[in-house]
Nanobody, 126 residues
């Protein structure tokens, strides 16, 4: 069964850090493009970051550039989202998704991703 499962969310103070994990099962994560998305209350789902197959390209939303880093550990079949200098506006449910497409990951829309996780809550508050 193909699935992705997120973990690592929680409550953190502004300026703090969290690392989210996206564990893939039923497929080799390195062969898929992985995207991280988030949805804040009352807002639309947005892409935060993506990483192409074999790490050929990565992209970040302007709002997180310089603060978030996406990376992949093939031995663990896991993609991470390291989030530093967190702000209240980063509060959202974070989802990871896997897509079977290659090339530049930023060229693809969220509906093109094939497998989605259930999400993990990130709350940034003092």
């Amino acid at each position: 069964q193909v699935q992705v499962v997120e973990s690592g969310g929680g409550l953190v103070q502004p300026g703090g850090s969290l690392r989210l994990s996206c564990v893939a099962s039923g497929f080799t994560a390195d062969y898929y493009t992985i995207g991280w998305f988030r949805q804040a209350p009352g807002r639309e789902l947005e892409r935060v970051s993506c990483l192409s197959t074999s790490d050929t390209s990565a992209d970040y939303a302007d709002s997180v550039k310089g603060r978030f880093t996406i990376s992949r550990d093939n031995a663990k079949n896991t993609v991470y989202l390291q989030m530093n200098s967190l702000k209240a506006e980063d509060t959202a449910i974070y989802y990871c998704a896997a897509g079977t497409f290659g090339g530049y990951c930023a060229d693809y829309e969220m509906h093109e991703y094939d497998y989605w996780g259930q999400g993990t809550q990130v709350t940034v508050s003092s």
